[in-house]
């Protein structure tokens, strides 16, 4: 089995708008289209057996729409499980979250690089007290992105930070703690709490299949969660990546859906 704890899908303006210009800007593939049917086609290929979908929220007032086209989807394919977007400094934070928990949502979605806000931010404190309260998932893009854009928001450095200030936090580090940092990631965040993940989204692009073996390893593979970054990366290319690494059955297993399996309970 296999669960894909990473993937992002668009209502179909949305991707028709962002899709090229990303391909353009980024100068990156982008294998998707990111509708609902074409993520449903992928997963059935590659026989991934669930996807978490991350909505991308990058105001403030953008929030409770985007989640009500997510749940409407989630709703209609029992295969995709749908996490909440959210952004730390929004109004009526606390609501929004209390809406998400009562249709059984397990976790929100935060953006550092897109929403242009320090995850060591004082002003973050509401955010992460209010998931620990609910027991709720903190899913968080970490590190740099395909551009060399001059400020990084999500360093490993700054979210090291905040797990030692909120060891309850449930926290998923995006892109193996840091996309294209993974020195500072070795650095801050292999001490991290037992409630700090990490998963594999898009990584495969940037270090090749013994280095990311190796930094699967420093973290123990019982913190590291299969993610392929949909639309970005092809589900079935990424899981084939992780299900060739050198490391033992049990703990590619563990990557590949039962760490997933343990935090979706």
């Known amino acids: 089995m296999i669960i894909d704890f990473h993937t992002h899908i668009y209502p179909d303006p949305v991707a028709a708008k962002i899709l090229p210009a990303a391909k353009r800007k980024l100068k990156v593939e982008v294998p998707g289209t990111g509708s609902p049917g074409d993520l ?26 985007l989640n009500d086209w997510i749940f409407s989807v989630s709703k209609e394919c029992r295969e995709l499980t749908a996490f909440g977007a959210v952004h730390p400094f929004m109004k009526d934070m606390e609501a929004e979250l209390d809406r998400l928990a009562a249709q059984g949502v397990k976790g929100v979605k935060m953006m550092p690089l897109l929403q242009e806000v320090y995850p060591d931010d004082p ?17 968080t893009h970490a590190g740099r992105d395909p551009l060399d854009r001059q400020e990084v928001f999500g360093t490993p450095e700054r979210f090291a930070r905040t797990v030692e200030c909120y060891p309850k936090l449930k926290v998923v580090l995006a892109h193996l703690g840091g996309l294209r940092m993974w020195d500072e990631v070795r650095e801050h965040l292999l ?6 993940y990490f998963d594999t989204a898009y990584v495969s692009f940037y270090m090749g299949p013994e280095e990311m073996a190796e930094l699967i390893r420093d973290i123990g593979p019982k913190r590291v969660i299969f993610g392929s970054d949909y639309p970005w990366e092809e589900p079935g ?4 990546i992780i299900a060739h690494l050198e490391l033992e059955k049990a703990e590619r297993e563990a990557v590949l859906w039962k760490n997933a399996s343990m935090l979706l309970d």
Do not use: F, W
Not at 41 to 62: C, F, N, T
Not at 191 to 196: K, L, M, R, S, Y
């Open 237 to 240: 290319r990424a899981a084939q």
């Open 123 to 139: 002003r973050c404190s509401r955010l992460y007290e209010a998931l620990i309260e609910r027991k709720m998932i903190l899913v």
């Open 40 to 65: 449903r086609h992928m997963m059935q290929a590659a026989e991934i057996a669930r996807s978490v979908l991350l909505p991308l929220a990058k105001g403030r007032e953008d929030v409770s729409s």
């Open 191 to 196: 001490t991290a709490g037992g409630n700090v």
